[in-house]
Structures are given as structure tokens and as C-alpha cells.
């Protein structure tokens, strides 16, 4: 982060396979080209926020200065990222997405688009979303829901471990006890 890059390009990462976590906030990005990513297929968490800063918060100016304003999400942006568990995108000028866009994200759990232009138009229920569809618990298109995964890995020290389960982590299916039978009941 801040690292005021103004732009990545194809394959700028692939020389970075075991990298769990991404964070390119504060870099002034103007766009996602195809193929960003590739060579990242170990990549569980991507930030690409924008400015997240408020007026009255001292270093607004600064941070809104070095955000990125991103508006353009190539098709193959996200391809080969199919270990991808969280993509953060909001607070973007991003005005639309093609619809296969995360096709390659099928372990996505969570997506935060809100505050960019392409909110104004897309739904839940857009065709866009089907790839994702699946495990992807929180999409997040109108306000922001909290970082719960995130918390979770935090509180439990996975954050950087290749682990993966179904559903929100309050919900994480658990292998259940059996019963001892006592010797009464044999």
C-alpha cells in the first residue's frame, strides 16, 4: 500500500507464488489489466479499496490524493485466482464489469463493490455474480457489511494459512462428537 504505482501490468506478480495477501490500496490505480494477477494462484485476500477516508479524518487530503480511482476492470483481471477468498474493490469509479469477470473466482467468499458507478445498476441477482454464486456470502454492492472472515483469520492465526471452508466462519461446519455410550446402556 501507497507505493504510488499509477498502474500494474500483465504478470507484474508471477514471480510471487506463495502470496496469500495483496494489499494494493493507496496506489493510485486507474485500471485492472487482463491477466494482473497471474502466477498468484496461492492468493486468498486482494485489496484494491479506494480512498475509505471520510472528510473530518485527518489524513483525508493525503489518502484521497494517493487512492486508487479505479474505472476499468479488464474480462481477465482475475483470472487464475481460483483460491481467492476476498476481494475488495469499493469506493472505485469502476462503471461496469464484464460478466465473466470472476469466473475464475469459484472460492470467492467475500466482494465488496460498494461505492463505485457499477452499483447503481447491477443486483445480486446479475448474471455476473453466478461464478461466485455459490460461496460467496457477502456481496457487498450498497453499504458494508464488516470483515468477519477477516476478523476470523485474524482472531485464530489462519490468516496466511491455505485454509478454506464453506460458509461465513461464525457458521464453519464442525465435525460433530459422537457419544460415548455408558456401560448401562451396552
Request: net charge positive.
Amino acid at each position: 500500500a501507497k507505493a504510488k504505482l499509477g498502474e500494474i501490468g500483465e504478470g507484474w506478480f508471477e514471480h510471487l507464488p506463495e502470496l496469500r495477501v495483496l494489499n494494493l490500496e493507496f496506489n493510485q490505480l486507474k485500471a485492472i489489466p487482463a491477466f494482473a494477477f497471474r502466477g498468484l494462484t496461492k492468493l486468498k485476500v486482494l485489496w484494491l479499496t479506494g480512498n475509505h477516508y471520510q472528510r473530518d479524518e485527518m489524513e483525508y487530503k493525503k489518502m484521497k490524493a494517493l487512492g486508487n480511482n479505479i474505472e476499468t476492470v479488464e474480462k481477465d483481471a482475475f483470472a487464475g485466482l481460483g483460491n481467492l477468498q476476498v476481494l475488495l474493490m469499493h469506493h472505485n469509479k469502476v462503471k461496469q464489469l464484464d460478466t465473466a469477470v470472476f469466473r475464475d473466482l469459484g472460492k470467492l467468499k467475500v466482494l465488496k463493490l460498494l461505492d463505485n458507478p457499477v452499483t447503481k445498476t447491477l443486483l445480486k441477482s446479475d448474471p455476473t455474480f453466478d461464478p461466485i454464486r455459490e460461496y460467496c456470502y457477502q456481496v457487498d454492492l450498497v453499504r458494508d457489511s464488516g470483515d468477519d472472515l477477516e476478523d476470523y483469520w485474524e482472531k485464530t492465526g489462519t490468516y496466511l494459512s491455505d485454509e478454506w471452508f464453506v460458509g461465513p466462519p461464525g457458521k464453519k461446519k464442525k465435525k460433530k462428537k459422537k457419544k460415548k455410550k455408558k456401560a448401562s446402556e451396552l
